[in-house]
Each structure stands twice: as C-alpha cells, then as structure tokens.
C-alpha cells in the first residue's frame, strides 16, 4: 500500500510525527510511543540538540517535511548522521526512504501493541 503513496498521502502520514530530537508534545498515545521511541536522543546534550535542530531546519528546507526515522534503538549521533546523509538524496530517494522509515515504525508499534 505504501509503494503507491504520492506526497500528499506521505504528508499526511507524517504530520503527527514530531521533529526528532524535540520533545513530542500532548498526552496523546502517538506522543506518548514518540516520546518513548526517541528517548535515546539525550536532550541535555546541547551540541546534539542544536546540531539537530540545524540538520532539521536544513531538511525541512529542502524536502517541506519533517524528517522521519525510527529513532528507537539509534543513538542520538547515529539519527544526526542518518539525518546528514539524507540531505543528500533527491526527492524520489528520499520519498522512499521516509516511507521506508514510516514503515518501520508502524511496524514497531504493531509489535508493540500485539506483544510480538
């Protein structure tokens, strides 16, 4: 189903995902998975956050989205470099790689929610 998304289907997939590296906000269930999914991104680490807060703003420029990752089991370092090579992808590429991320994280909160 996903392979045949276009942008507005994608856009709308992702405008409830917060940016990584802020803190989601809402008492929400999505926030709630958000908020547990990014905790290893350390928001007391100033230069991460301001590093992530730049690479976003960047991306958010380029590709008019927010940058999306599954961010659980990635340090906050490896989510940076992750979001730093995607800079570098035209809008097909990276369309699939969001997408692929979507995936992934869908995929996680089912196992989460059926006990897998």
Known sequence: LMQRWGEAELQQAMSAHPRIGERPAGNQTHAALSRQEQS????????LAEALRTANAQYEARFGRVFLIRAK??????ILQALRQRLHNDEAQERQAS?????EIT????EGVIGA
């Open 40 to 47: 290893s991104v350390d928001r007391d680490d100033a230069q």
């Open 73 to 78: 089991g990635r340090s906050g370092a490896e």
């Open 99 to 103: 997408l692929a991320q979507l995936r």
């Open 107 to 110: 995929l996680l909160r089912l």
